[in-house]
């Protein structure tokens, strides 16, 4: 019987900077202790190769693209069978890493456990204009909108300095000083790389960005914030909700 894909058809991490490595456990595998600097490269090489694939995890069953992402060219053949150990051939054709396939299918359950709440909460904030102040304060794009809540802190007890909806759209100056403070306290003080980012992708842009990191607690944020604002910005603008 044949070998089902490891990870769903449409998995798709390329916009995933990082991929978790389980340093423990490599180091005490047998492929470790067995293989050779030639053949240990070759494979790290296509673990991190395939964890951009789509599906995530796999690779297309053909020696010669394989010589070509291993890096390891004419001398493929030499190292081929060290460098597939721990890869198995599926029934759609393709050549999956069963750890690697492990740490994706958990990075895509998070992604898909994101947009799910992402989608209940636009369906409850653009679902009734009573709710629409109070939803704005946990929205990622309410400081987008005038908010001056930030993009990392959570709503205030009323009483406690939380802004009104009027008082936030009378004082975008205090609006652009929160992006700012939550932004490069999340980011260690990196206030020049948001700049940056700014001018080159736009101020709503960055802040939806850094706000899916902050939602996705990614292992390193700066690279995949700027990974989200390069795919992004291959993908164009969409179409967004505007609250009346």
């Known amino acids: 019987m044949e070998q089902a894909p490891l990870t769903p058809a449409d998995c798709d991490l390329r916009d995933f900077a990082y991929m978790p490595v389980d340093a423990s456990r490599l180091l005490d595998s047998d492929f470790y202790a067995l293989s050779t600097a030639e053949e240990f490269k070759a494979a790290l090489t296509l673990w991190f190769k395939c964890w951009s694939q789509v599906p995530a995890a796999s690779l297309p069953n053909d020696d010669r693209v394989l010589a070509h992402l291993s890096g390891a060219g004419a001398k493929w053949k030499k190292v081929k069978d060290m460098a597939l150990r721990g890869f198995v051939l599926c029934s759609d054709g393709r050549l999956y890493h069963t750890v690697v396939a492990e740490k994706a299918n958990d990075a895509w359950a998070k992604r898909q456990s994101f947009r799910e709440r992402s989608k209940k909460g636009n369906s409850k ?12 304060q946990t929205d990622p794009l309410a400081i987008l909108e005038g908010l001056p809540k930030g993009i990392l802190e959570p709503p205030k007890r009323e009483g406690e300095g ?28 990196k206030r020049s790389l948001i700049g940056k980012w700014c001018r080159d992708f736009g101020k709503p842009e960055t802040a939806k960005a850094i706000t899916t990191a902050q939602l996705e607690r990614p292992v390193e944020p700066v690279a995949f914030i700027e990974a989200t604002l390069r795919r992004n910005a291959r993908e164009g603008p969409k179409a967004v909700a505007v609250g009346v």
Do not use: I, N
């Open 125 to 136: 904030r653009w679902g009734s204009q009573k709710d629409e102040p109070k939803q704005s």
């Open 162 to 189: 939380e802004y009104s909806v009027a008082k936030a759209t009378a004082a975008p100056a205090a609006s652009d000083k929160v992006f700012w403070d939550t932004a490069t306290a999340y980011l260690g003080g």
